[in-house]
């Protein structure tokens, strides 16, 4: 992306796309395909301006790179659990906070309600639900659905 007086207004100079899993982490994208598709945008980049290829303008390409409108920034309400969620709700709402600033929830500790973070959920997909019988026959993120 070309620099701008907008934020992400100037011209692009490559573009990648990359399919996401459902059970993607912040951490895992960035990690991976994000940084492959930098690497891949650099090199495209420097090779279009070498050969004197001009940008495209994000504005003339609407149906490609939809509409060019700037999106706020995650708040903390967006990282927010609710207990009255679906579990996918939840996994997908750690899932996005990954490594920082992590999910955001309430519980009560000791008598006291505290606003904890998670990190790093799975879904458990045991039929037996006794904790004695998960401690037992699972391992930490052994079981995860797709």
Same mark, same amino acid.
């Given at each position: 992306? &070309?620099? %701008?007086?907008?934020? %992400?207004?100037?011209?692009? *100079?490559?573009?990648?796309?990359?399919?996401?899993?459902?059970?993607?982490?912040? /951490?895992?994208?960035?990690? &991976?395909?994000?940084? #492959? /598709?930098?690497?891949?945008?650099?090199?495209?980049?420097?090779?279009?301006? =070498?050969?004197?290829?001009?940008?495209?303008?994000?504005? %003339?390409?609407? %149906?490609?790179?939809?509409?060019? !409108?700037?999106?706020?920034?995650?708040?903390?309400? #967006?990282?927010?659990?609710? *207990?009255?969620?679906?579990? #996918?709700?939840?996994? !997908?709402?750690?899932?996005?906070?990954?490594?920082?600033?992590?999910?955001?929830?309430?519980?009560?500790?000791? &008598?006291?309600?505290?606003?904890?973070?998670?990190?790093?959920?799975?879904?458990?997909?045991?039929? #037996?639900?006794?904790?004695?019988?998960?401690?037992?026959? !699972?391992?930490?993120?052994? =079981?995860?659905?797709?």
């Amino acid at each position: 992306m &070309g620099a %701008d007086d907008d934020m %992400d207004g100037g011209a692009i *100079w490559s573009c990648s796309s990359f399919p996401v899993p459902s059970n993607s982490t912040k /951490a895992s994208l960035y990690n &991976g395909a994000i940084a #492959d /598709a930098a690497v891949y945008g650099a090199l495209e980049a420097a090779t279009k301006y =070498c050969l004197k290829i001009p940008p495209l303008v994000k504005n %003339d390409y609407p %149906d490609y790179f939809g509409p060019c !409108t700037q999106k706020r920034a995650m708040k903390n309400g #967006d990282r927010r659990i609710g *207990w009255h969620q679906t579990a #996918d709700e939840i996994v !997908t709402r750690v899932r996005m906070s990954d490594t920082n600033p992590g999910a955001i929830a309430e519980l009560k500790v000791y &008598g006291e309600v505290r606003n904890l973070r998670f990190f790093d959920a799975h879904l458990e997909c045991s039929r #037996d639900l006794s904790i004695r019988n998960l401690l037992k026959k !699972t391992h930490p993120g052994a =079981c995860r659905r797709a």
